[in-house]
């Protein structure tokens, strides 16, 4: 009897097993795994977008998680390597240019097409750069589609400038008497922190490059096509550095976080901040400032008349890794997110970056009490150029250049070696 | 009889010695086997010593490797005079003991990462009680961006770990000191030896074993310096502040090159692995303890 009931439930629990592995595929059908690295007011924006999937896909399950972009990253290598989800966010440039390298990305070419972006995106993202690079056979696809952007724009303390009657500046002359104002009330006129980083102090460099080399050359110097050693690009570097030694930047930029120059702008004590769109959730969340009221933005006019200023920016979007257990809803996640109404929950009314989708107006930032934002939107539809500089440095020249350009500024090298260790790591870097 | 000692004791010491292979030397091993392969395609690949030769010709692996020597050199130096200082001074039973004993061991309680934190608050150029404090002073001239000048900040950043350790170090020798034979200080006493011999004749040489102890626990953590870094400079500005264990960091996180991070890693190991091993064989020479 005994022996009749041992078999039986050794039958019943292998049947019970066998069961479960089985079915362990099934139970996945109609669910999405999906990591980004959007925290705090960010991903009440992405919910918010993703509401919009789950009420046109009811059936389909959405596994959501959010990490801080240090610990974002780690994961993202340690899953990628191993057992990768459905879906992540990704920052175009440098980020998907290495993995799509080494072959973890899957390639969106056809996508893009099928979804028809090309009517919904603005043409910008769709190059080299943005959604285009080099796959693991060298060939330039497509393997990244854009979010939401993030516009590098000079924050400027509005309350301060409208008490020393300052104005947005149109043209070079103008944006340096302000540097010249600011400094001679005692007020710092930019303020940087770039203390182990080098995004800080970029903007206001690619402006200048651009500025003095075009837009054609800026681009090619950041994929690494051109040289550092162009005169221009000296130029661009000197200009750089008498802004250090005049001191229109606060020279201990390299001793000062990110948090601690965001903080000395909000105490009045710089009239500018070099930073992207998102840092407007910053001031807002720090100092309950309100747009337009406090503080706003503006794209620093040309240096010089004849070259036009692009809007300088990076964007963050969505890759599909290799590995994606459902590569197709994935695809139909990316297309609803880049949609009017998923742009419209995640950036209008939810306040995160600016809009990639053509079919959303700036008035309707406007209407949403983001009025710098619409400005930053009608430039773009204005001007017609984004452009993506520090975001297309190699992982190694990211590094490099970080070091370098500290150098520069804390004095150890002066203008001509720095030239002339970029160009030595730029042709090593890439 | 030894013999059937070990045999007892050999069960006892299977599982913490199977949890040290599992945990300890098959990581070594995994790093080891992946310093000769590159991540492609989803796949590792077989590159040779590829990365070992990249080691010699990369410039910032040699600055890391410098300012590892700086950090470790002045740590170690002073985590023989300074606590051993300290620790002789409360053996004297001085009114106040336990209080400076607190005094100096707080720091030990708190976390790297979180020390780093505090410092570069500190040390902050605007906001930092360092240069408010000198400012008030009338010491202003002094007040810099310590963090942020190449030529102060990576002995800024060695002072915040031995103010971490320097509790703990005195602790261990207070401890030594303790337990050294009261009788044979006194009769040297009596016999007319004054407290300068004592120190370096008897009292020296009798805790030689602290010193090793402390000399190599300090040597290896100062090698493998890292959170104070990464939570502050990240090796900036410039490279001035980069430590080996930040460039392995970089390496396997900010260029994705993890073959590349565990070569370094690998090459960081068997140098500190030899070092300690000399230096213990030539201080524990025909020794026996």
Partial sequence: MLRKMLVMLLTVTLVLTSGMFLTAGATDKGQLDVLTYWTGADELAIREAIGVYETAHPKVKVNFESLAAPEYKLTFAREIMTEPRDLYSAWNGTFTMEWAAKGALQNLTTFWAGAGLDDVVYKDFKEEGWAKCPGPDGKVKIYWVPHVLQVRSTFYHKELFDSLGLGVPTTWDEYTNILRTLKANGILPIVVGTMGEAYGMQPLIGHLIVGHCGIDFAKKLSQGKESYRDSRVEAAFREFKDFLDVGYLNSDMCATRFDEALRKFGRGEAGMWWRATWGSSSLV?????VDGVNYATFTPPPRFPNIPVPDLGYADGWVIPEGSEDPELAAVFIKTMVSADAQRAHSVIRGHGVTINKHIMPSEYVAANAPSKADQLRHYRESSIYLTLIDQFTPKFVDDYTIIISELVTGVIDVPEAINRLEAARRADY | MQRTRLIKVLPFLLLPLLVYVAIEVFTIVDMFHLSFQEWKSGVFHYIGLSWYKEIFQDRYVRIATLNTVKWTSISVVWAIIVPFGIALLLNQGLKGENFFKAVFIIPQGIAYT????????????????????LKKLGLGNFARPWLGDPNVAIYCLIFVKIWIRTGFYMMVYLTGLQALPKEVLDAARVDGANAWHRLFHMIIPMMKMIFVIVITLDFIESFKTFDIVFATTRGGPGASTEV???????????????GYSCAIATVLFLTTMVITAVYLHILMK????
């Fill in chain 2, 244 to 258: 080996l264990g930040t460039r392995i960091y970089k390496a396997a996180f900010q260029h994705w090159e993890l």
């Fill in chain 1, 285 to 289: 969340g720090e100092f309950g400032w």
């Fill in chain 2, 114 to 133: 979180a020390a780093g934190l505090m410092w570069a608050t500190i040390y902050s150029p605007d906001v930092g009680i360092l240069n408010i404090t």
């Fill in chain 2, 286 to 289: 025909g020794k026996k303890y």
